[in-house]
């Protein structure tokens, strides 16, 4: 409503953050953003080029670091409140979230046998 982002969705982003930051630098790198958008999508589609320089120019992007905690929540935060809900919700469920923004299953699996034993961890 005013821009800001429920308890429950900040909880949920927060968790993803910390799931997909696999290196632990407080920041998602390249690399672990394209598992973030693999992982969220059902067809295992990763941001392409013009995605990812939008992320950079217009989202809380550190060089040489990444993207932010602020900077993952505005991400989401525009999605969601950028008349695309429906696509929020489905990259959560993906993701192992409930309609009620609680965890249900493990989410889907990486490819990537390091990351992924680090997403089981958590």
């Given at each position: 409503?005013n821009?800001?982002?429920?308890?429950?969705f900040k909880?949920?982003?927060?968790?993803?953050?910390?799931?997909f930051?696999?290196?632990?630098d407080?920041h998602?790198?390249?690399?672990?953003l394209?598992?973030?958008?693999?992982?969220?999508?059902?067809d295992g589609?990763?941001?392409?080029?013009?995605?990812f320089?939008?992320?950079?120019?217009?989202?809380?992007?550190?060089?040489?670091?990444?993207l932010?905690?602020?900077?993952?929540?505005?991400?989401?935060?525009t999605?969601?409140?950028?008349?695309?809900?429906e696509?929020?919700?489905?990259?959560?469920?993906?993701?192992?979230?409930?309609?009620q923004?609680?965890r249900?299953?493990?989410?889907?699996?990486?490819k990537?046998s390091?990351?992924?034993e680090?997403?089981?961890?958590?």
């Amino acid at each position: 409503e005013n821009g800001d982002c429920a308890p429950a969705f900040k909880r949920v982003l927060l968790e993803l953050f910390q799931r997909f930051d696999a290196d632990g630098d407080k920041h998602l790198n390249r690399d672990e953003l394209l598992v973030f958008s693999r992982t969220a999508n059902e067809d295992g589609r990763e941001f392409d080029e013009d995605e990812f320089e939008q992320i950079v120019d217009n989202f809380d992007w550190r060089d040489g670091k990444g993207l932010t905690l602020r900077g993952f929540q505005q991400l989401m935060h525009t999605q969601t409140s950028g008349g695309r809900e429906e696509d929020t919700w489905t990259d959560l469920t993906h993701l192992g979230y409930d309609g009620q923004l609680q965890r249900v299953e493990k989410a889907k699996t990486t490819k990537h046998s390091e990351l992924q034993e680090k997403l089981d961890v958590l």
